[in-house]
């Protein structure tokens, strides 16, 4: 019974800027990871970025230097902060939550949002 909630997408100029954020909401005890996934029409879902509880944190190669993942534990929100847009970042966006099982098989789920949105235009 974990939720997650997208909101900051839209539409922006090449150059542009938006941020995202994605609050998980429920029966949450601890968290593995959060990030965001993006897919376009016809292709497979991607990698965009992820941080663990932790702070560490993973990038697709494609927004190295121009997008930022950050999370408040507290809240239980991650935002990703893309600068910089191109056109080619124009995909639905899903916020994903990984969910620790067992603690000591160390198993684990994945949650999704429902998408959000973000169209650069040139």
Known sequence: QVQLV?????SVQAGGSLRLSCAASG????????GWYRQVTGKQRELVAAITSDGSTNYADSVKGRFTISRDNAENTVYLQMNSLKPEDTAVYYCH???PLDRVS???????????QVTVSS
Do not use: C, H, P
């Not at 029966?27 to 959060?34: G, L, N, Q, R, T």
């Not at 160390?106 to 959000?116: A, D, F, I, L, P």
């Open 6 to 10: 997208e909101s900051g997408g839209g």
């Open 97 to 99: 939550v990984d969910l």
């Open 27 to 34: 029966s949450i005890f601890s968290i593995k990871a959060m």
């Open 106 to 116: 160390g198993s684990w789920y994945r949650n999704w949002g429902q998408g959000t």
